[in-house]
């Protein structure tokens, strides 16, 4: 069972607040460890106002992997990442002949 949260996220201001933040971003990174992964599920669980913040912060992280993934693609001609010249200069053998 979660341990309850004795965070209140009624003032954004809050260190409470800064700390979802924090372990939102975390979140978004793959970086959580096990404690803080539960931390942020008892946060989540206990207040409706962190469950919508939560909700927010997951659509603007979102909407800039979109925006920077489908930039990126614009640049590179659709590809992630640029393409390689070939042959590669230096490699001691050439695909084409």
């Not at 003032?11 to 970086?31: G, I, K, M, T």
């Amino acid at each position: 069972m979660p341990k309850q949260s004795n965070h209140d996220f009624t003032d954004l201001n809050d260190v409470a607040c800064d700390r979802l933040d924090e372990l939102l971003s975390l979140f978004f990174d793959d970086c959580l460890d096990d404690g803080e992964a539960a931390e942020l599920n008892a946060m989540l669980l206990a207040d409706p106002t962190a469950r919508t913040r939560s909700f927010e912060a997951a659509q603007l992280h979102a909407d800039l992997y979109t925006y920077f993934r489908e930039e990126k693609q614009a640049k590179t001609g659709g590809a992630i990442a640029p393409a390689l010249p070939l042959p590669i200069p230096g490699v001691g053998f050439s695909l084409f002949k």
